[in-house]
């Protein structure tokens, strides 16, 4: 019997200061920029500060909020965003695409041969379509890594039972990250659930604004910032599973 699968942790980050808090106990990281929409494309600023990432770092693909289906124009920015990644120096990049209720596989092609051999994970776009099963299958013939899923529901607690589906029917064909609501409080138990050993988490902590910014529209009340002791014990519980 093989040996099972190291378990790994994701952060996604969208701040200089998220990439300095993964310096430790992270696995890998996502970077974004507005994390608040769920994640779109990183600045060419953000891009540059991959250089001082001590683990690999993968780039969220995404041109734009809402919903995931890309005009042409739409997937010629998000190539032209791969092809930046790559030279940015990141290891992977996180893509999606969705037509008539599954994935689109034209889209999905092109960012996959864009990447040109760096990792590709498939973003939660999957949580959105009619048959999460059908778009992993899709998913493994494109030549993807790895799927980044709620289980079809707010956070990954609640879909333990599309996840362990997943888990199930991937038998190591790819790799299934549960991701949404992950803490400290919920991965053991949403691990032995499913079997699943990848897990992604914004391990952030709310910090307030200052006033005068609020006030003048430039910021929320709070906001959220990547916490580093909230990494590290998650990592603690990873590790014990």
Do not use: W
């Not at 890998?28 to 990432?53: D, K």
């Not at 969705?98 to 034209?106: C, I, P, S, V």
């Amino acid at each position: 019997m093989p040996a099972p699968e190291r378990p790994t942790l994701e952060v996604c980050v969208d701040t200089v200061a998220g990439i300095t808090a993964c310096s430790q106990h992270v696995d890998r990281i996502e970077l974004c920029s507005a994390l608040a929409l769920g994640g779109l494309t990183p600045s060419p600023g953000l891009f540059a500060a991959v250089a001082t990432s001590p683990v690999p770092v993968h780039a969220m693909i995404r041109p734009r909020g809402g919903g995931f289906t890309y005009d042409a124009a739409e997937q010629d920015a998000c190539v032209a965003d791969i092809i930046a990644a790559r030279a940015a120096g990141c290891a992977g990049v996180v893509i999606g695409a969705a037509k008539d209720g599954g994935l689109d596989r034209g889209a999905l092609g092109r960012y996959v041969e864009a990447a040109n051999g760096m990792v590709c994970t498939l973003h939660r776009v999957i949580d959105v379509l009619d048959d999460p099963s059908v778009a992993l299958e899709d998913a493994v013939s494109l030549g993807i890594t790895r799927i980044l899923t709620s289980g079809g529901a707010p956070s990954a607690g609640d879909g333990i039972a599309v996840l362990a589906a997943l888990q199930a029917q991937a038998r190591g064909r790819i790799a299934i990250m549960a991701g949404s609501g992950v803490s400290e409080a919920n991965l053991s138990q949403i691990s032995k659930a499913t079997g699943i050993r990848h897990f992604h988490s914004s391990c952030s902590a709310r910090a307030a604004s200052d006033p005068r910014d609020v006030s003048l529209g430039f910021a929320p009340a709070q906001q959220s910032v990547t916490d580093t002791d909230r990494i590290a014990k998650l990592r603690k519980v990873l590790d014990q599973i």
